[in-house]
């Protein structure tokens, strides 16, 4: 796609309901609109190509951010690798991975049955009337002060956990349990501490959600209702924090030297990413940025880093990573990759240690569970929707490939930059769904 024009966001102005062709073919239904899916497509691919607004990242399995709950239909089993039983039971899938034989029809995830697992740390306050409880949750939680967790049982009356800690401080999370009588409401809580006990939460909600619904779907109900297509995570994980970019780490010239003023972290970045782009895991965030743009940028961004002179120009990870939903598991395994490389390159464990280093600065700007917005000063760019554009200049559909004459009218995605032609984009319709 090579025409430049202004997008503006379209909102409710998806072409409606030419009725979906190909009668042979299956459909997915999502909200209220309707996509044939064609023999090489995804649910995803057809959504996105219909102009219909989904959450989605990697789109390669490993993000989990375009889960959905399959209300009808049947869930081709390729669609839920990677998914716990507790979701692969409940008909959970990834669109990204969903190449359906038959009709679905889709949702969002339903937040009753979004659970995080937690693994406790530390508790304070044995025997009093409030236990603080400290815990590492295993993706990360997007969440406020004050906001409230409900510490899954299975039991009638399951315990709420009142998040004290601040999310910019802390990744350990502190949480207050109330045990009036002195004793934990929980077996696993009385005795000694089980220091590395996992436990399940749901949520973060506010307070009044939790202390109003007995039945979490009840929550989530209200929590849901009227919000907009988008990201799973903020609808069920609440506001996002507000997270202030972080500053360089301080210069390391001497490393820069000892690379041999660079060149053999040339050569790194090139092994590197080479594996990168074979990776299955890595791979599907390159998708559209060639190779040599990804280690440049990359190489002039370490040598900012690491020698203080401003030869970067090009993004700050918060901002250039923004969409890609990176779990710390994630960029644990990317830097073991890169780790394996640099020892292949014959750098020290020490050297190792300080390339690491500068890399690590950068997770908190990295690692989240849902995408956030770009932002440039206080302006946040749109993150998901299509707009309506007319092309200034001749283009190519990205889905069938057909030549779009300047002049014509097409559905443009912000995030990806791809562009629908008339025939592609009208396959959608509202409430039309077949199955
Ligand atoms: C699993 C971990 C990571 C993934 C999946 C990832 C993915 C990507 C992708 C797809 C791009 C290209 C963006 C574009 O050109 O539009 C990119 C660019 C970049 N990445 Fe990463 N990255 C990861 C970790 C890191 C780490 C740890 C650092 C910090 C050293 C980093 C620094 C950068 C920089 C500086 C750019 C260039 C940004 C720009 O073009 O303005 N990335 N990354
Ligand atoms: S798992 Fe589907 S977009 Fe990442």
């Given at each position: 796609m090579s025409a430049v024009f202004p997008v503006s966001p379209l909102s409710e102005s998806v072409?409606?309901?030419?009725?979906?062709?190909?009668?042979h073919l299956p459909h997915v239904r999502f909200l209220d609109r309707t996509v044939e899916v064609r023999p090489d497509e995804t649910a995803l691919d057809a959504l996105l190509r219909g102009g219909v607004d989904v959450a989605f990242s990697?789109?390669?399995?490993?993000?989990?951010?375009?889960l959905m709950h399959c209300r009808e239909g049947t869930v081709p089993g390729?669609?839920?690798?990677?998914?716990?039983d507790h979701l692969k039971e409940r008909k959970y899938l990834l669109a990204c991975q969903c190449r359906p034989t038959s009709t679905l029809v889709l949702e969002r995830p339903?937040?009753?049955d979004l659970r995080t697992t937690c693994v406790l740390t530390q508790v304070e306050?044995?025997?009093?009337p409030v236990l603080k409880l400290h815990f590492e949750p295993m993706r990360t939680l997007l969440y406020r002060t004050g906001q409230h967790l409900r510490l899954l049982t299975?039991?009638?009356d399951e315990p709420v956990l009142r998040l004290t800690s601040r999310p910019d401080d802390e990744w350990v999370l502190e949480a207050e349990l109330d045990c009036p009588t002195g004793?934990?409401?929980?077996?696993?809580?009385?005795?000694?501490?089980?220091?590395?006990h996992e436990f399940e939460v749901w949520g973060p909600v506010e307070p009044d959600v939790v202390a109003g619904a007995t039945d979490p779907c009840v929550a989530s109900c209200h929590q849901v209702?009227?919000?907009?297509?988008?990201d799973v995570a903020a609808v069920t994980q609440g506001e996002r924090p507000v997270h202030t970019e972080l500053d360089a780490p301080r210069p390391d010239p001497g490393l820069w030297r000892e690379l041999d003023e660079g060149r053999t972290v040339r050569r790194v970045l090139e092994d590197f990413y080479a594996q990168v782009y074979a990776d299955d895991r890595l791979a599907?965030?390159?998708?559209?940025?060639t190779m040599e743009r990804a280690i440049g940028k990359q190489y002039s961004f370490l040598q900012e880093m690491l020698t203080?002179?401003?030869v970067y120009f090009g993004e700050r990870p918060r901002n250039s990573h923004h969409w890609m939903v990176i779990s710390d598991e994630l960029l644990n395994y990317r830097q073991a990759l890169m780790v394996a490389t640099l020892e292949k390159h014959g750098l020290s464990p020490e050297q190792i240690a300080r390339w690491t280093r500068v890399e690590e600065h950068w997770r908190r700007d990295l690692v989240k569970s849902a995408p956030w917005p770009r932002k440039i000063g206080e302006f946040e760019f749109p993150l998901h929707g299509f707009a309506k554009e007319v092309l200034s200049e001749g283009s190519m559909c990205d889905h069938c490939g057909s030549e779009v004459p300047s002049g014509t009218e097409v559905l443009y995605h912000?995030?990806?930059g791809t562009i629908s032609c008339a025939a592609c984009a009208p396959a959608v319709g509202r409430d039309t769904a077949q199955g």
């Amino acid at each position: 796609m090579s025409a430049v024009f202004p997008v503006s966001p379209l909102s409710e102005s998806v072409p409606e309901s030419d009725v979906p062709s190909g009668k042979h073919l299956p459909h997915v239904r999502f909200l209220d609109r309707t996509v044939e899916v064609r023999p090489d497509e995804t649910a995803l691919d057809a959504l996105l190509r219909g102009g219909v607004d989904v959450a989605f990242s990697c789109r390669g399995g490993v993000c989990h951010a375009c889960l959905m709950h399959c209300r009808e239909g049947t869930v081709p089993g390729d669609a839920q690798r990677g998914l716990s039983d507790h979701l692969k039971e409940r008909k959970y899938l990834l669109a990204c991975q969903c190449r359906p034989t038959s009709t679905l029809v889709l949702e969002r995830p339903l937040p009753r049955d979004l659970r995080t697992t937690c693994v406790l740390t530390q508790v304070e306050g044995q025997g009093s009337p409030v236990l603080k409880l400290h815990f590492e949750p295993m993706r990360t939680l997007l969440y406020r002060t004050g906001q409230h967790l409900r510490l899954l049982t299975g039991g009638p009356d399951e315990p709420v956990l009142r998040l004290t800690s601040r999310p910019d401080d802390e990744w350990v999370l502190e949480a207050e349990l109330d045990c009036p009588t002195g004793e934990p409401p929980v077996a696993w809580l009385r005795g000694d501490v089980p220091f590395g006990h996992e436990f399940e939460v749901w949520g973060p909600v506010e307070p009044d959600v939790v202390a109003g619904a007995t039945d979490p779907c009840v929550a989530s109900c209200h929590q849901v209702a009227g919000e907009p297509a988008g990201d799973v995570a903020a609808v069920t994980q609440g506001e996002r924090p507000v997270h202030t970019e972080l500053d360089a780490p301080r210069p390391d010239p001497g490393l820069w030297r000892e690379l041999d003023e660079g060149r053999t972290v040339r050569r790194v970045l090139e092994d590197f990413y080479a594996q990168v782009y074979a990776d299955d895991r890595l791979a599907s965030f390159f998708e559209g940025v060639t190779m040599e743009r990804a280690i440049g940028k990359q190489y002039s961004f370490l040598q900012e880093m690491l020698t203080g002179e401003k030869v970067y120009f090009g993004e700050r990870p918060r901002n250039s990573h923004h969409w890609m939903v990176i779990s710390d598991e994630l960029l644990n395994y990317r830097q073991a990759l890169m780790v394996a490389t640099l020892e292949k390159h014959g750098l020290s464990p020490e050297q190792i240690a300080r390339w690491t280093r500068v890399e690590e600065h950068w997770r908190r700007d990295l690692v989240k569970s849902a995408p956030w917005p770009r932002k440039i000063g206080e302006f946040e760019f749109p993150l998901h929707g299509f707009a309506k554009e007319v092309l200034s200049e001749g283009s190519m559909c990205d889905h069938c490939g057909s030549e779009v004459p300047s002049g014509t009218e097409v559905l443009y995605h912000l995030r990806l930059g791809t562009i629908s032609c008339a025939a592609c984009a009208p396959a959608v319709g509202r409430d039309t769904a077949q199955g």
